[in-house]
């Protein structure tokens, strides 16, 4: 176990929680970007099977594996031919943004689940390893779908940061983008596991994720997280 533990980003005894985060985090986040394209016109995404809420559908092994092993990682990107949209640029950047906003959403029904615990004590007769089993499970929730709300706005692809830049630049700036496209994952990944360009660009980003955190806790009139 002590093995294992060194070449894991998380506790061990934490992974549970995180499976089961990333599980609805994924899932929700790929579900959003499949349906509302279906929504739109594009049927390419149903076809694949990906209008769905199955996390089997979603969820990428290495993806995944690396999130536990490295704090960072992806799901199946979910495929979309924006040229079938009525109006390609405009629905193009909803079905970029609902991702993200899709991982907010269950930030935020996470912080609901914390008011409505804090406010009718419910935990107070059970154990205390199932007290500390649920806020294990809510500080990641809502965490972790912060964090990936915040990692996916990075204008940099394959992120839905930059599928939304590309769709609102002009066009002729929109062709030189589409040439270095394919070295935008060389770049993702060297920013994710080199320290030095880690700590310059991502940890930055990240910081703003307690303010966020804390602004949503006090609209249910919670002050902090609890750790």
Do not use: C
């Not at 983008?177 to 596991?193: K, P, S």
């Amino acid at each position: 176990m002590e093995v294992l533990e060194q070449f894991l980003w998380y506790p061990l005894e934490h992974l549970p929680f995180i499976v089961i985060v990333l599980a609805l985090a994924f899932t929700l986040h790929e579900f959003a970007h499949a349906y509302s394209a279906y929504r739109f016109g594009d049927p390419t995404a149903r076809d694949q099977g990906r209008v769905t809420l199955n996390p089997m559908a979603h969820l990428d092994p290495i993806g995944t594996l690396l999130i536990l092993i490295a704090g960072f990682g992806w799901a199946k990107p979910v495929p979309v031919v924006r040229s079938r949209f009525r109006y390609p640029r405009l629905m193009g950047i909803v079905v970029s943004a609902v991702g993200p906003l899709s991982n907010l959403l269950l930030a935020f029904i996470g912080i609901a689940a914390y008011s409505l615990l804090a406010h009718t004590g419910w935990l107070g007769g059970v154990s205390y390893g199932a007290r500390v089993a649920v806020h294990l499970f809510l500080n990641y929730l809502i965490s972790m779908n912060v964090l990936l709300f915040l990692f996916n706005l990075i204008p940099l692809p394959p992120l839905d940061g930059y599928r939304i830049i590309e769709d609102l630049a002009p066009s002729r700036i929109r062709m030189k983008m589409d040439r270095y496209i394919h070295w935008g994952v060389f770049v993702f990944l060297l920013v994710v596991f080199i320290p030095g360009l880690r700590s310059y660009t991502l940890d930055p980003l990240f910081g703003l994720a307690r303010p966020i955190i804390s602004g949503l806790f006090s609209l249910f009139g919670l002050s902090v997280a609890t750790d």
